[in-house]
């Protein structure tokens, strides 16, 4: 049968996103293994896809009668998972992953557009009262005690293209930051798929700190930042001169009026080593009366880059939001600690990372060539589910 099923998914994953070498070989540190990687790794990424993400339903999985239809030779217990992923190394997957990327714009994935965006944001995924791992960071109320320990880390996604891509994701512990994070994650994702992949990064506030935005710069890329009061003076600077006058755009984006004032003569704060800022107001009118505004502030020319295109790029940052953590958190137990170990963590955020942009693939590009629908995410869910317990036909021979 040539539709999606378990096995199909591994066939397109193996020879279509060529990744059966690492599959085979993804960075197994385990001294004298028993269970060959392969197994386990990809039962935890078909678990993923299967919504399936806790160690104890990967292990029911794959002790079930599903098993052989999983294409798992064997099959193992949680605490096996938990002693791989203690001990998998991570690079392996990131480099699997940048190489979808790759092979996603080499393959014309990418609707036709001008501008190919890199959203970054962190997010937090995992709660514990007790300290286990060197990812922990305390949380604390106003009397300084400590409330538990949350696990943080930051995500980049491909977006604006009209197939969002998560690509990769940096964990920051105490002491560490989520922009300091950002850094290397923008740094080692632009390292590995160059520096004409994309054209910009699209950032929340957090983000819009001078060294952030100084490594975008070197890293050839503009950014599109939400302009907020952890930059006062740019702020009140902005908020003096918009809204008024008229608008230097008006536009319908769908049932919305949007209106834009726009100009790059601010000054930058004293950190920044811009000439100028370039800062965006927008005001979009929805037909229910509600109204949505924000400030944003970009290095992208005028002559670059139209107040509408800046809107646009502005609006791709609720993909990492919408696509990236709510998918995860939502369907793929982003927030749950399978095994509290440091390692562990930052591999399940990984693949789970891995398994979306491999479901979309699939899903959005695979299965839809020639005249076939696209299939909803629920669907082929579904779709995955049923076939994976269908009798086996009778043999005929
Ligand atoms: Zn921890």
């Known amino acids: 049968m040539n539709g999606p099923t ?37 039962a935890l ?19 079930s009668a599903a098993r052989r239809r999983l294409s798992i030779p064997a099959p193992f217990s949680d605490d096996a998972l938990g002693y791989f992923t203690e001990r998998l190394d991570p690079g392996p997957t990131r480099q699997a992953l940048l190489s979808l990327l790759r092979g996603a714009k080499r393959n014309k994935a990418f609707d036709d557009c001008r501008w190919i965006g890199l959203a970054i944001d962190g997010t937090g995924a995992g709660w514990r009262t007790h300290q286990g791992c060197s990812l922990c960071r305390p949380r604390r109320n106003a009397q300084k005690q400590i409330l538990g320990y949350q696990h943080s880390f930051v995500m980049i ?6 197939l969002s891509l998560p690509c990769d994701g940096e964990p920051y512990g105490p002491g560490d930051s989520e922009y300091a994070a950002g850094q290397r994650l923008l740094r080692r994702v632009i390292g590995s798929v160059g520096k004409r992949f994309a054209q910009y990064v699209v950032v929340d506030g957090a983000f819009a700190t001078a060294p952030f935005l100084h490594t975008a710069g070197e890293l050839g890329l503009r950014v599109v930042a939400r302009l907020k009061d952890n930059l006062p003076e740019l702020l009140a600077a902005a908020q003096q001169r918009f809204p008024s006058g008229p608008p230097a755009t008006v536009f319908q984006q769908g049932p919305d009026r949007v209106e834009i004032w726009d100009a790059e003569d601010f000054d930058p704060w004293e950190a ?36 509408r295109s800046l809107f646009r ?10 696509q990236g953590f709510n998918e995860a958190k939502s369907r793929h137990g982003l927030e749950h600690i ?17 398994s979306l942009t491999i479901e979309r693939l699939y899903r959005l590009r695979y299965l839809r060539r020639g005249t076939h ?25």
Request: glycine share 6%; charged share 15%; hydrophobic share 40%.
């Open 6 to 42: 378990p096995r199909h998914l591994l066939h397109y994953v193996t020879r279509r996103l060529r990744l059966r070498r690492y599959l085979q070989d993804p960075g197994d540190g385990r001294p004298q293994p028993q269970i060959p990687p392969q197994g386990l790794l990809w």
């Open 272 to 307: 920044l080593h811009w000439e100028t800022v370039r800062v965006f107001f927008y005001r979009q009118h929805k037909p229910d009366g509600t109204v949505v505004e924000a400030y944003w502030l970009t290095n992208f020319a005028s002559s670059t880059a139209g107040p």
């Open 157 to 162: 996604s491909v977006v604006g293209t009209g």
């Open 45 to 63: 990424l078909v678990g993923q896809i299967l919504r399936q993400s806790s160690f104890h339903a990967v292990e029911a999985l794959v002790r």
């Open 338 to 354: 399978c095994h509290h170990h440091a390692n562990s963590l930052l591999i399940g955020w990984l693949l789970t990372i891995l």
């Open 313 to 322: 790029m502005a609006k791709s940052r609720w993909e990492i939001e919408n």
């Open 373 to 397: 629908p696209i299939r909803s995410s629920a669907e082929l869910f579904l779709i995955l589910w049923v076939n994976l317990f269908r009798p086996c036909s009778a043999d005929s021979s």
